[in-house]
């Protein structure tokens, strides 16, 4: 899967959307510094947007972005101008706001778009449907969500992260009480039933997971890190059993992601990432995170996500740093800012054309991923919280997100019909 480390880089970077015609609806572009980037068609990848230009949404996310939380900001609370701009109605706005006592951490999607999970410092857990986002207004307020399911005490103490299988039937939480919860999922009742008593493997607070399928006998593997003893545990959700740990890391897992079935990868405080393969369950390469500019030692690793091919791995940094990495040629395709504080979730759209990331800046930023990743990127605001930004996800089919904060709230953004 890796070259060695020493070995020559490669001279240029091609997406392989010939190999894989069902996850890429057009050609991507070269990752050069010789070669220029071509001339960007329409890169609208979602079925609801795709329509709307590239154009429109740089005019859209380059105009200033409310402040969300429980207090609305007036106009002079926004700075000079804000609140009349001309560019106002085309921004990415609030659907829905979902509310809670304290900081809402954590937030997944459903895998068929339909439902989206929330878990919050306050032990509670709900499962919200997902809203209609095709009529939406430019000055529209956002709206309470319809909460499908609600569980007031689901652990022991803050939820800090979650995930659903491929099949949306399964779904996994962690929590700072040390345990993990494997839960059923009924999409028709909307219910959840345990599947077992809570998983006590970690010795500190459960900071991310992810499933991945057991292609030898087609069941779920769940994985999941933190702190603790800094391992990450393999559990067969089958018999709800941990059956391995991995060993390597020297501070605490922050972040985990899996791609491909068989590979997954995972950030720590120990400022390395670190590239696991369950074909021989052990670590298959290993990078070191890098300040701006290739000096200095960097800074922890606190967010990972790597694109559906398997090719471009993007992580976040404590230092309010981004990295792209490219992980066919092993080489750092460049690091840059789009914040000014800790960078806290990253993730790449559907189809990697975009990338999300949130920070405790309170801001969430689009970088345009299209054209030569070497270069200066594009980047712009589309969203903006009253606190610190936690957790930012995509939604698996449209053109829009959730972000959850430390201002008790979970939001969800669309762009609005014009």
Excluded at 360 to 385: F, I, N, P, S, W
Aim: glycine fraction near 8%; hydrophobic fraction near 30%; charged fraction near 20%.
């Amino acid at each position: 899967m890796f070259a060695p480390c020493c070995g020559p880089p490669t001279s240029y970077y091609m997406w392989p959307h010939q190999q894989l015609p069902n996850l890429w609806t057009r050609p991507m572009p070269t990752m050069t510094s010789t070669l220029p980037a071509p001339a960007k068609p329409c890169p609208m990848h979602d079925l609801t947007v795709h329509k709307r230009g590239h154009e429109k949404l740089q005019r859209a996310c380059s105009a200033p972005k409310p402040l969300l939380g429980k207090k609305k900001l007036s106009s002079a609370s926004q700075g000079p101008g804000s609140s009349e701009s001309s560019e106002s109605k085309h921004n990415f706005v609030a659907v829905t706001q979902l509310e809670d006592e304290q900081a809402i951490r954590s937030v997944e999607f459903h895998p068929s778009g339909k439902f989206y999970a929330v878990g919050s410092n306050t032990k509670a857990l709900r499962i919200c449907a997902y809203p209609n986002c095709k009529e939406i207004r430019p000055d529209q307020e956002p709206r309470e969500p319809t909460v499908l399911y609600k569980k007031q005490k689901h652990h022991k103490g803050s939820i800090y992260c979650m995930a659903w299988n491929a099949t949306g039937d399964l779904l996994a939480t962690g929590s700072n009480d040390k345990t993990v919860k494997l839960m059923r999922f009924n999409s028709n009742t909307c219910q959840l039933e345990d599947i077992a008593h809570p998983l006590t493997m970690h010795g500190g607070t459960v900071r991310d997971m992810c499933f991945m399928e057991d292609l030898s006998n087609r069941s779920n593997l769940l994985i999941s890190g933190g702190s603790g003893d800094n391992k990450i545990y393999i559990t067969d959700c089958e018999t709800a059993m941990p059956f391995q740990s991995l060993t390597g890391h020297t501070g605490q897992i922050l972040s985990l992601y899996t791609w491909g079935g068989v590979m997954f990868v995972s950030s720590s405080q120990d400022k390395t990432i670190r590239f696991w393969d369950m074909r021989t369950r052990g670590c298959v390469h290993q990078i070191s995170s890098r300040a701006v500019g290739g000096t200095g030692p960097g800074s922890a690793t606190a967010a990972v996500s790597v694109d559906p091919s398997g090719r471009l791995l993007v992580a976040g940094h404590e230092d309010s740093t981004c990295m792209l990495y490219d992980m066919k040629g092993n080489r750092i395709l460049q690091t840059f800012k789009p914040h000014t504080a800790d960078i806290r979730t990253c993730r790449l759209s559907p189809k990697a054309f975009y990338l999300l990331t949130g920070s405790y800046d309170c801001k969430l930023m689009l970088t345009d991923l299209q054209g030569d990743l070497t270069q200066q990127l594009a980047t712009v605001r589309v969203a903006e919280h009253a606190d610190k930004v936690i957790q930012g996800r995509w939604h698996p089919k449209e053109f829009t997100f959730i972000s959850t904060s430390a201002d008790k709230t979970a939001t969800l953004w669309a762009l609005p019909q014009t």
